[in-house]
C-alpha cells in the first residue's frame, strides 16, 4: 500500500500524431493525489486528474503550445516516487494513460509553463511497479 506521490512528472505526446510533445515535471493537486493512489493501491481508474505548474523542461524541438481551454487528446507515462506505507520506502511507478488534456493560465507568459492542465476521459494502459 502506497500512501505519498514524490517528484512526478510525465513524458507526453501527441495523441493524434503519436509525435513527441515533451517531458514536464508538475505538482499534484490533494485530490490527484488521493486519485492516483487510489489506481495503484486499488486499481480505480481516476476520471479526472488536475496537475499544478506544469514546466515542459524537454521540449520536442516541433513543440506548438496548446491554445488555452482547447481540448487534446494525448498520451503519456506518468514517472513518480510512491511511499511504501510499511517501510516508508520510495518505489518508482509508471502509469501510462491516454487521456484529453485542457490547459490553463500563463500560457502567453512563457511556452512552456501552465498553471494548471485537467485531464479527463481518462484511459489507463498500464500501471507499472518498479521494487
Known amino acids: 500500500m502506497f500512501t505519498k506521490i514524490k517528484d512526478p512528472r510525465i513524458l507526453i505526446y501527441d495523441g493524434e500524431t503519436d509525435r513527441l510533445i515533451g517531458m514536464a515535471s508538475f505538482e499534484l493537486t490533494p485530490e ?3 486519485a492516483l493512489l487510489g489506481l495503484v493501491n486499488y486499481g480505480i481508474k481516476p476520471s479526472t486528474i488536475t496537475l499544478l505548474d506544469i514546466n515542459l523542461y ?3 524541438r516541433t513543440y506548438v503550445p496548446p491554445t488555452p481551454f482547447d481540448a487534446y487528446k494525448r498520451e503519456g ?3 513518480a516516487l510512491f511511499t511504501d506505507s510499511s517501510t516508508g520506502e520510495n518505489i518508482p511507478v509508471e502509469i501510462q494513460m491516454k487521456y484529453t488534456a485542457r490547459a490553463r493560465g500563463n500560457i502567453f507568459e512563457t511556452l512552456y509553463h ?3 492542465v485537467e485531464f479527463s476521459d481518462i484511459e489507463i494502459e498500464s500501471v507499472k511497479i518498479n521494487y
Open 114 to 116: 501552465f498553471d494548471s
Open 32 to 34: 490527484a493525489e488521493k
Open 77 to 79: 507515462t506518468i514517472y
Open 58 to 60: 524537454q521540449p520536442d
